[in-house]
């Protein structure tokens, strides 16, 4: 008996210790460097920096411990104003803000393709989201009673990137936010979700490219082919 509880208390043990080590591990964002901390001010200040910048690509990547979440792959191209959005090699959307011009690609069950045509007289875009990367967690703190940490800065890819941290104010730290940001642009690279006490992690890799997109990119779809609905 003595020696089975000694076993169970092994294995115990064990499995005590690669959960601390997981744990770690999915926590862990390198070694920081924290000697230019920044207010929850500046950083939104920094975020709405990067919700002009006028030239990049992005392709979400959400993955978690069990691999890849991504079903479909989706690009985006934005250029002076323009944006191109293509879902597995095919143009889904193309929006001219300049011009207020929406094109909406799909098809029928029989394959057949359409392209919708609309303008964005009653579109309102998010004031709070660079074309899709939402920051509101960090920019309106009394809507979701988040608090916010600095967590500090190192290179990723090259770049300069600050990592930040928020999380509801009524709950525990462990479940929080983390957001990866371009320090010169202020583009978001990169999102990473906390859930179950810490214990799940959802990471979310922009994938950012700066300044790549080029006209010929974000240009006005050739629409034959396509039956128009307005």
């Not at 076993?7 to 862990?28: D, E, R």
């Not at 990473?192 to 959802?202: E, P, Q, V």
Request: include cysteine; aromatic fraction near 12%.
């Amino acid at each position: 008996m003595k020696k089975v509880l000694k076993v169970l208390g092994i294995i115990i043990a064990i499995l005590i210790v690669l959960v601390a080590i997981y744990y770690v591990v999915i926590h862990f964002d390198g070694f920081l460097n924290k000697d230019n901390p920044m207010t929850r001010e500046e950083v939104v200040e920094l975020l709405e920096k990067g919700k002009e910048y006028p030239n990049y690509y992005y392709a979400s990547e959400n993955s978690w411990i069990f691999g890849s979440l991504n079903e479909t792959k989706t690009e985006i191209y934005i250029k002076d104003n323009v944006e191109k959005i293509m879902v597995d090699g095919k143009l889904h959307r193309w929006i001219d803000y300049n011009n207020d011009e929406n094109i909406s690609i799909f098809e029928d069950n029989e394959g057949k393709e359409y392209a919708g045509i609309s303008n964005l007289d009653n579109f309102e875009e998010n004031e709070e989201s660079q074309r899709g990367f939402d920051y509101s967690l960090i920019s309106n703190e009394e809507v979701f009673n988040t608090d916010f940490k600095y967590l500090g800065e190192k290179q990723v890819d090259g770049r300069d990137t600050i990592i930040v941290k928020v999380w509801n104010k009524d709950w525990v730290e462990v479940d929080s936010t983390k957001f990866y940001i371009d320090k010169e642009t202020g583009l978001i690279t990169r999102r990473i979700d906390y859930s179950a006490l810490g214990f799940i992690k959802i990471d979310c890799n922009r994938n950012v490219k700066m300044d790549i997109v080029t006209d010929e990119d974000i240009e006005r779809p050739n629409l034959d082919g396509y039956e128009i609905l307005q």
